[in-house]
């Protein structure tokens, strides 16, 4: 059932995904603009993936180490991060001079 369960909710996302690019095509979808016949909203949500996508990849090459190790290793101790102080008192939460 472990298994089962997320390979479905794969497929049936897949199938939505299908169905709702196939709609986005025709230029009715939407705001009934289209670019070369192809619907605007299809061309938008393309857009923005080939964007999302772009920056993904530009990213992981300027931050490597966070996408290789699963954190930044950047060689700042805990005692160099700002410190906070939780009494009820201070409102802000922030110790004075800390900031």
Known sequence: ????????DRVLLFII???T??????????SGAD???IGLVLIMGVGVLAIGLVT??????LH???FRWGSAQT???ASAA????????????IKAGSG
Do not use: Y
Request: net charge positive; proline share 8%.
């Open 1 to 8: 059932m472990t298994i089962f369960m997320p390979g479905l």
């Open 56 to 61: 993904m990849i530009m990213m992981s090459v």
């Open 75 to 77: 060689g700042h101790t």
């Open 21 to 30: 690019t196939i709609s986005s095509l025709d230029p009715d979808f939407g």
């Open 17 to 19: 995904l299908i169905k």
């Open 82 to 93: 700002r410190k906070i102080d939780v009494k009820p008192e201070n409102a802000t939460g």
């Open 35 to 37: 670019i070369g016949g």
């Open 64 to 66: 490597r180490p966070f």
